[in-house]
């Protein structure tokens, strides 16, 4: 699938992507620093299409996804370069308020721990139902009645009864049922999920995985997914890009870059999952930790924990190259790689 | 809950009792002999002085007096002072002054030190941060009777802004007193307010307010507020209970006739009855004002439930 022709709600907006992040840079400035954690990285998102932003912790994967919320705990992070355009409008160069108005209504995200994510003070209908309070001038009863409507289109059991109830009464995969309830309210364009199941038993994992993709296919929203665990891309994900050091080191097609991925880090990555084929073999990690992004290795970030290295690779950056039509990778002998599979 | 209280106001029980009896001992002990010190210069006669000693049971051991005093009580007799006035009349006619005292100080110190805590914990780190520090440290290093001074000169003598001491304005008279009794706590409520604001503000569920699309008033006003205001609802309700009975010097600065002057009064003349009803009054407003705050303290956090 690629992105610009399959959203159920027809053709993308005058032939302009739902979502185009166009050479978006954020880096914080810290007193240790500046740690560039995006840099440059650029993405589209349609209607209708899922895309899974993979990578390891720290790689900048949920800190270009708060660029795009607007939500940068700024100061200490800075958007410091590049458009994110949300139907052809840069949201950047929007005055807050109307920054504001595009949050839960247009752009929502789902956020990784329920728990710490919902105010313990305040009832989940509560807290539901404000998204209708702020954005549609709804009555506090109106809102209720929307909060209860919303807590059983997510599957929250006697969904009346427990409107009234505190997050801590909740179990983690009904809190995260929540905070999608939340996120969906105003039936946004677009669905941000910030590795949301990491906090979940696996059960409860494949449940609200399957929340998410039936709520999706209802909506016809754009969902980015950003997540380190490769079996979930692998389920619902149209396009995956992988991100390595603040960059987008391997772009395309999930089934395509699956099966022959044309990265060494995705080769990596591809290598060290467990697999019933393999049982009783030892695992393959990729070797080394992550970079620091206040101090990046020359060249390419991922020289020195790449098994094909060479001596050019810490000479020059490689650039994010289409290897062939809608696979995108940055990898300097990205062909040969391609080929190896 | 409702048991809850019941059972805490059990609790009070032993505990007021302890209190009456460790006071009672502790005036009992005093030394001189207040009866001889009634008449002052001139002795009142042996057979009188003899005839107060038994009508106020000085004449027994000190258990026997304790006994036949919380017999008394449990009557609804305070007991009278050696001009043969009935304690619970004092106190009838001395408690409103103190809690007018304390409500003003509450209000000078809720007021003043959430404004401060509020804004130095939205603008952390700024110049106006730094100076609530400062004025904060300097407020809660300096003694209360040194501030009642300073007050009175500057406020009352130089600028003839307030009364400076007596009850002669009606409620204008309070707001100087009620200054200096709630400086050290609105010193205490703006350090509070502000650093429970700064560790709010950086929980995940501040994020989630950003992302619905809040203004940032109702992320802090709203979302942050509520869960940085319970520790401090929870200090100002337990302060009052400390401002009735802390207020003994501010009242003797500032001449005001409330329970603390009474208390001060009675401990220099060896009035046993009078130190101990008044002592035991605030025993018992300190016990109601913590179990006040714990049941506040469940209705401010859903997290919290007493079985």
Redesign the interface.
């Known amino acids: 699938m690629t992105s610009l022709m399959t959203s159920p709600s027809g053709a993308p907006v005058g032939g302009v992507p739902l979502l185009e992040v166009d050479d978006l840079y954020v880096e914080f400035r810290t007193d240790y620093g500046v740690v560039h954690a995006v840099n440059g990285i650029s993405y589209t998102l349609s209607a209708g299409e899922t895309l899974a932003i993979l990578g390891e912790s720290g790689c900048g994967k949920s800190v270009s996804a708060q660029a795009i919320m607007g939500i940068l705990d700024s100061p200490p992070g800075f958007v410091t370069g590049g458009e994110i355009r949300y139907k052809g409008s840069n949201l950047l160069t929007m005055s807050a308020k109307e920054q504001r108005d595009l949050r839960g209504e247009e752009i929502s995200i789902v956020f990784q721990d329920a728990l710490s994510s919902l105010n313990p003070v305040f009832s989940v209908g509560a807290q539901i139902g404000e998204m209708f309070r702020r954005h549609r001038g709804a009555s506090r009863a109106d809102a209720k009645k929307a909060a209860i409507e919303l807590m059983e289109r997510v599957r929250i059991p006697s969904a009346k009864e427990r409107v009234n109830d505190y997050p801590h009464q909740f179990s983690g995969g009904m809190r995260q049922r929540v905070m999608i309830a939340m996120a969906i309210a105003l039936d946004p364009a677009i669905l941000i999920a910030d590795e949301p199941t990491t906090a979940l038993d696996v059960t409860v994992q494949a449940q609200i995985m399957d929340l998410l993709a039936e709520l999706q296919k209802e909506t016809g929203m754009g969902l980015i997914l950003i997540t380190h665990d490769l079996g979930v891309v692998g389920e619902i994900a149209d396009r995956v890009a992988v991100m390595y050091a603040g960059r987008i080191v391997e772009t395309g097609a999930t089934d395509a870059v699956f099966s022959a991925p044309a990265m060494p880090y995705t080769e990596g990555l591809m290598a060290s999952i467990a697999r019933v084929d393999q049982k009783g073999q030892r695992l393959n990690p990729i070797v080394g930790a992550p970079p620091n992004l206040a101090n990046l290795p020359s060249g390419c970030p991922f020289h020195p924990r790449c098994p094909r290295a060479t001596d050019y690779c810490p000479t020059a950056l490689p650039p994010l190259l289409e290897v062939v039509p809608g696979r995108y990778s940055a990898c300097h002998y990205a062909e040969e790689v391609l080929r190896d599979h | 809950m409702a048991r809850y209280i019941a059972r805490r106001l059990l609790l009070a029980i032993p505990v007021l009792l302890g209190a009456t009896f460790l006071i009672f001992a502790m005036v009992f002990a005093l030394p001189g002999d207040p009866i001889r010190a009634l008449g002052g210069d001139r002795p009142l006669a042996p057979a009188v002085q003899e005839q107060l000693r038994e009508e106020y049971n000085l004449n027994d051991p000190l258990p026997v007096q304790y006994i036949k005093y919380v017999g008394g009580l449990v009557q609804g007799d305070f007991g009278r002072d050696f001009s043969g006035r009935p304690v619970s009349e004092i106190i009838q006619q001395r408690l409103p002054v103190t809690i007018k005292l304390a409500l003003v100080a509450l209000a000078f110190e809720a007021i003043f030190g959430l404004i401060a805590g509020i804004l130095a914990g939205i603008r952390n780190k700024s110049f106006f941060d730094s100076l609530v520090l400062v004025s904060t440290t300097l407020i809660v290093s300096i003694p209360s009777f040194v501030l009642g001074f300073i007050a009175q000169y500057t406020f009352g003598l130089r600028l003839g802004l307030f009364p400076i001491a007596g009850l002669n304005d009606g409620l204008q008279s309070y707001l100087l007193p009620g200054f200096v009794l709630g400086a050290l706590s609105l010193a205490y409520i703006a350090r509070l307010t502000r650093t429970s604001l700064v560790e709010n503000l950086r ?3 501040v ?9 940032p008033a ?1 992320v802090v006003g709203k ?1 942050t507020l ?2 940085s205001l ?1 520790p401090v609802v929870t200090y100002l309700g337990v302060d009052l209970g400390t401002l009735m009975s802390g207020a003994i010097i501010t009242e003797g600065i500032f001449n005001l006739p409330g329970l603390g002057r009474a208390v001060f009064d009675a401990i220099a003349s060896q009035e046993g009855a009078v130190v101990v009803g008044i002592v035991t009054l605030f025993v018992l407003v300190y016990i109601l004002f913590n179990l006040l705050v714990d049941v506040l303290y469940a209705a ?4 919290i439930r007493y079985e």
């Open positions: 929980n995940d569920y994020r989630t307010a950003k992302a619905k699309g809040l203004t109702s979302h509520r869960n319970i401010l956090d859903p997290r």
